[in-house]
């Protein structure tokens, strides 16, 4: 993978391969879809719902908002949809998306490569870490990550003064522009997910490392008898999962122009409530980027509706993403008994 | 091609392979044999890198020169290809990303080129006759054709061994001719390749020479042509025809009160694909019915098929005259049909629990009335089997998994006992327990039997077989092929049966 994929990143190709990869069976290509395009469809109900009802969801300023708060929370599930392709967890993104917050507001007195490069490493680092406990010490991911969300929690708070420290961002700096500035109208923030959303579905469709993700998720015993390399795999999706939550939560901190520290807590769920409502298996082995992105928008498009019916208790909209969590998640299960049965 | 001398593996308190010779040649189809436990898996996952031979003994030499293999990957890079008894795919991944998993073929920027990897996938299963969308998830398609891909797979990556374990075993007649098809062309490749099955007829047809194992050793290599087939299944069985005892090496007193009555177990025409083809067998009451046949022949398939544990396409069941209903095990309890399974750890005794408990397991729906439980009567019942099987233990309240083997077998015994069975089923009861307590269980059947119980026995100990059992149903590839009564209940004639040609295809 060069910087050279990154800027080509051919959306074309990549939806002719999936649009190819169905055709069979009208039961199993009804299942398909339902998988793949269901959160899809529900998402647009909800934007027409909302802006019949609504007369300010419409708004450039609302939607602004919603691409913006999406952007954050997309990245982190990005990394997430590798990772639970592999039939992994990781719990520590959350922690992980406020370290790299404030660690990124702090780096930023010294310049906007600091304030990027000192969150990518320490919660890549963390996620290397994660890999490498997972893959090698062949230890359970959801307790793994379970303690490196813990841990750099802690991390955050020790770097804070117990959290009474708040580092602040420059607004005149390249870096805040990073999360301030606007491109044909649109927050930055939101066109780098976008982009990365991009490179990261070529990676996952178009190249070995993407076909080991796959493989790894979909059955680990027969991936490694058939020479995938298992370990190394894992190591590389909690790395890059480490990578996104960081790189989040630095974009988040060049947004609030602060490095806020109670932020990101119940991400991690979030992140995953995407990816699953996304079509994404628990059990890995199957999945695509655009669902979890179609997840976040999802999750996004109901917390605005909730937060502006005013008399609608904002706890609701916690409600409200649980059901819908375990609506897609009954649905896959029937529909994938379904799809083996065909 | 490849060759291994004197290696062993040894795992906690098993010695799997002892000093094992064995060599596949190039341009040679090599057959390896043996029963359960002889070590063909684990000699076949040496050469295959899963396992390392333990170190200081033997050799293992690859295209002339020592080799090590550390991972799989290592040895399918070296040219040595596997295909495994169950298909080890990715069911959720397409047929051409599983056939190309690792070695994709790569466009410009290195991302992967679908259009020439479908048409290449596509090009390697017509080879081989298969035709299936390519883009298809590989779970769609039957076992077989999954079969077929993975077959495809190990002659797709330019292998120079080529290792089948037991490739047949879910495939259809005209799947095999495809599968021998294909070995015939890799045998003409020069390509050496290594065939496991337990399927004489198949070792005849396809194999050049054969190595047999037994207990984890290389009892005999040879050239395939000219070995006799009766000298085959001895040599795989560890008896030579007409060296089997017949008396005194077994606590059987042999022939029981078996009664004209009608029999208390009658199974008909029992077919489940794959696995058994017509097989029908009677027990009456105070018989012993041994199962006879090599691994894989059904015996096990018949009883849990019976047990209600096997799905059937067809056949039926009858107890004591009354018809019940096929694959339900509770449905086969209620009728009054036990399983003694094989393996008891995993299908049989809950480790953690009592004695007391674990004999009362099954019959607690008996045993209590509106949800509760008779605590008085468990314990009457409990002491009673005790005392009556022997079993050897502090008191009812004592783990059973600190009992040993055969005690192990006996709690067994007595929970399906407690259900005041008609018909007891046993799948290897004395495998793995210590002389002692094999002749208490075969004495133990014995009392049983005159107590007027129909009991099915399946042994691969062959004297147990012969010595405990009245009548012996021998099968071959899922079908009964010959019934042994009376003076014909000899080693001999069980070893020449189940040599014999075969009645039609395989199942």
């Known amino acids: 993978m060069t910087t050279a994929d990154v800027r080509d990143p051919a959306p074309q190709a990549v939806g002719a391969e999936e649009a190819a990869v169905d055709a069979p069976r009208p039961a199993e290509r009804l299942s398909a879809l339902a998988q793949q395009h269901g959160a899809l469809v529900t998402l647009v109900l909800a934007v027409l719902a909302a802006a019949l009802t609504f007369e300010p969801f419409l708004t450039a300023d609302n939607l602004q908002n919603m691409a913006l708060s999406s952007a954050f929370l997309a990245v982190v599930a990005l990394g997430m949809t590798f990772v639970i392709v592999t039939g992994g967890i990781d719990l520590s993104v959350g922690s992980l998306f406020a370290l790299g917050g404030v660690l990124a507001a702090w780096g930023s007195q010294y310049g906007t490569a600091v304030a990027l490069l000192l969150p990518l490493a320490v919660c890549g680092l963390i996620g290397v870490l994660n890999g490498v406990l997972i893959a090698r010490s062949r230890l359970a991911p959801f307790i793994v990550t379970l303690a490196a969300m813990l841990g750099a929690r802690g991390l955050l708070l020790a770097v804070t003064d117990e959290g009474s420290q708040t580092y602040l961002v420059d607004k005149s700096t390249f870096f805040a522009a990073l999360g301030q500035g606007r491109l044909l109208g649109v927050g930055v923030p939101v066109w780098i997910a976008l982009v990365l959303f991009a490179a990261g579905a070529l990676v996952l469709r178009r190249t070995r490392f993407g076909q080991y993700v796959y493989a790894v998720g979909g059955n680990e015993d027969a991936a490694a008898l058939m020479g995938a390399p298992v370990a190394r795999t894992k190591i590389t999706v909690y790395t890059l999962s480490g990578l996104c939550a960081g790189l989040a939560g630095a974009l988040n901190a060049a947004w609030l122009v602060s490095g806020v520290t109670i932020l990101g807590s119940g991400m991690e769920l979030e992140a995953i409530s995407a990816v699953v409502i996304g079509g994404t298996l628990l059990t890995g082995g199957s999945g695509f980027l655009s669902g979890s992105l179609v997840g976040v928008l999802l999750l996004k498009v109901i917390q605005n509706v909730i937060n502006q019916i005013g008399s609608l208790d904002s706890a609701y909209q916690q409600v409200v993403s649980g059901a819908f969590l375990a609506v897609v998640v009954i649905a896959q299960t029937w529909l994938g008994r379904r799809g083996r049965r065909t | ?507």
């Open chain 2, 1 to 507: 091609m490849l060759s291994v001398t004197g290696i062993s593996k040894t795992f906690p308190g098993v010695r799997a392979l002892d000093g094992v010779d064995f060599t596949a040649r190039a341009g040679e189809v090599h057959a390896l044999i043996g029963e359960n436990g002889a070590g063909k898996s684990t000699l076949i996952k040496v050469l295959t890198g899963v396992y390392r031979p333990d170190p200081g003994e033997g050799t293992m030499t690859y295209d002339g020169a020592e080799a090590a293999f550390a991972t799989p990957l290592e040895a399918q890079h070296a040219g040595i290809s596997t295909i495994y008894q169950e298909v080890n795919l990715v069911p959720l991944m397409s047929v051409a990303r599983n056939l190309f998993l690792g070695r994709e073929p790569r466009g410009r920027l290195g991302l992967i080129d679908f259009r020439r990897m479908h048409r290449a996938a596509d090009e390697a299963l017509r080879e081989l006759g298969v035709r299936v969308d390519v883009r298809r998830p590989l779970r769609e398609l039957g076992v077989g054709a999954q079969q077929m891909v993975a077959l495809a797979r190990a002659v797709s990556v330019d292998a120079r061994v080529v290792i089948m374990d037991e490739p047949t075993s879910s495939l259809e007649p005209r799947e095999v001719r495809t599968l021998f098809g294909v070995i015939r062309m890799l045998r003409e490749r020069g390509i050496a390749v290594v065939y496991v099955s337990h399927r004489l007829e198949e070792l005849y047809e396809i194999c050049d020479a054969v190595t047999v194992l037994r207990d984890g050793r290389a009892v005999h290599t040879g050239p395939m042509a000219g070995l006799d087939r009766l000298r085959l299944v001895s040599l795989m069985l560890g008896r030579e025809a007409g060296e089997v005892r017949e008396e005194g090496r077994t606590e059987f007193t042999g022939g029981h009160q078996v009664t004209d009555a009608e029999p208390v177990l009658s199974a008909r025409k029992l077919t489940a694909r794959h696995h058994l083809r017509e097989v029908g067998l009677d027990v009456r009451p105070g018989e012993v019915v041994g199962l006879g046949g090599l691994l894989g022949s059904g015996r096990s398939g018949t009883a849990k098929a019976i047990a209600g544990a096997l799905p059937l396409d067809s056949g039926t069941v009858v107890v004591a005259g009354a018809p019940v209903r096929t694959g339900s095990t509770p449905a086969a309890i209620r009728a009054g049909i036990s399983l003694l399974p094989e393996d008891r750890k995993a299908e049989g005794i809950v480790p953690g629990l009592s004695v007391r408990e674990n004999i009362a397991l099954a019959a607690l729906p008996r045993l209590s009335r509106f949800g509760l439980v008779d605590e008085a009567r468990i314990d009457r019942i409990v002491d009673t089997f005790i005392q009556r099987l022997r079993i050897k233990a502090a008191g009812p309240h004592q783990k059973v998994g600190e009992l040993s083997g055969g005690n192990q077998q006996k709690v067994l015994l007595a929970r399906w006992l407690a259900m005041h069975p008609k018909v007891l089923l046993l799948d290897e009861p004395t495998r793995g327990i210590d002389v002692g307590a094999k002749a208490e269980v075969q004495r133990l059947i014995d009392e049983l039997a005159a107590d007027g119980l129909g009991v099915l026995l399946i042994s691969s100990d062959m004297e147990e077989l012969i010595e405990g059992a009245d009548r012996i149903v021998v099968l071959k590839d899922g079908a009964v092929v010959e019934e042994l009564t009376g003076e014909a209940v000899t080693a001999d004639r069980l070893m020449r049966a189940i040599a014999t040609a075969p009645v039609g295809g395989p199942a």
